[in-house]
């Protein structure tokens, strides 16, 4: 929801750019590390979905850990100020060179996701005279019932150890002097929202957890990734329901005394703190369609080109009455560089401002050059 005076900030800007609000920011972090605080779980912030350095600086300030999946962004971590003890390295592709980084940088832990991956980070912090903590990431098998490109917990995703190389992981974890294994790590998709999916991955993290410990591995990290979803179509319905999420694993999973469970979430943290602000080049009337043609495109918000996921969009400048459908384009050499299609809104002219809603995580980050496009710029809520 924009204020007149967002408004009419808005329209002294130069567009495109991301409009974060950062006090919406805040009240969504308070509202996660209050949930998860009564619980004792601890909360990494999966820096993919933005890494923004204004959101790191103030989710890092809520005590938050980070979780990584690049040297990139264990540097960028590091930099912000991030504890180290408190940031964990994902990836199915860690190079050598990002595997060291994070030896020297003695991150809290390795999510591991293969055999291979196990030997060569043995290898590489035997090299170096460190021992490095790694959580095997286990792929459970688990539907996330979600758009099947941001799945990850299937035998047929890359992602995560499947269960039938456990037994080869337990080998090399005995065999490796430089390798401490200190638990098990799942993440099965993102923008969840049906939260019984939960329910089921944690039935198969109790059965893992007790594969490992029944061979003589004690599980002190129970890491169940993030993925919890958001309401993109009630952008102004802002804060997820942290509270019911983490009942559901404090409920279902069987913890130890003495076991520690984590969660790396992004979306959720920061998906409705941001909305692209765009305005109206061009509406083309055509026989069949009509067109309103934006200055922001697929490579200042890919996702949905790529996912053909929903985003609301809103004419700023004309309120909400309905009176046309148009589909929403930008201007990129592809036909697939359109935010929707049919879209009901009052009648638009050139110079429009319009937002596109719920662009906080996977917007600015998944921004690209193509088509030698100017670099996205950001503004902030606090400026006003
Ligand atoms: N942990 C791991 C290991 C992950 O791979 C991800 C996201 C997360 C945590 C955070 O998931 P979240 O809580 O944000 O759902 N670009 C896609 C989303 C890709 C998610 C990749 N992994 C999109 O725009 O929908």
Known sequence: MFSNKDILRFANLETPFYYYDLNLLQTTLTSCAEAAKLYNFHVHY??????????????KAIGFGADCVSG??????????????????????????????????????????SVQELEVINELAGKKGKKARVAIRINPNVDAHTHHNITTGLDENKFGVNSWDLSACAEVLRASANLEFIGIHFHIGSQITNLDVY??????????????????????????????GIDYHNPDQQVPDFGSYFKIFSEFLEIKPGQEVHFELGRALVGQSASLISRVLYVKNGKKKNFVILDAGMTELMRPALYQAYHKIENLTRGSEVALKYDIVGPICESTDCFGK??????????????????????????????LRDEIRSVYSEEV
């Open 46 to 59: 999966a820096m993919k979905a933005n890494f923004n350095a204004s959101l790191l600086q103030q989710i």
């Open 72 to 113: 990139g962004e264990v540097n960028e971590a590091i930099q912000t100020g991030f504890a180290k003890e408190q940031i964990v390295f994902a990836g199915v592709g860690k190079s050598d060179k990002e595997i060291n980084l994070a030896l020297d940088q003695d991150i809290f832990c390795f999510n591991v996701e």
């Open 199 to 228: 329910k089921n991955l944690c039935v198969r993290v109790n059965e893992f957890a007790f594969w490992f410990e029944e061979r003589g591995f004690p599980v002190k990290v129970l890491n169940v990734g993030g993925g919890l």
């Open 342 to 371: 049919e879209v009901e809104q009052p009648e638009t002219f050139r110079g429009d401002l319009f937002a596109i809603r719920s662009a906080g995580a996977y917007g600015e980050v998944m921004a690209s050059k193509y088509n």
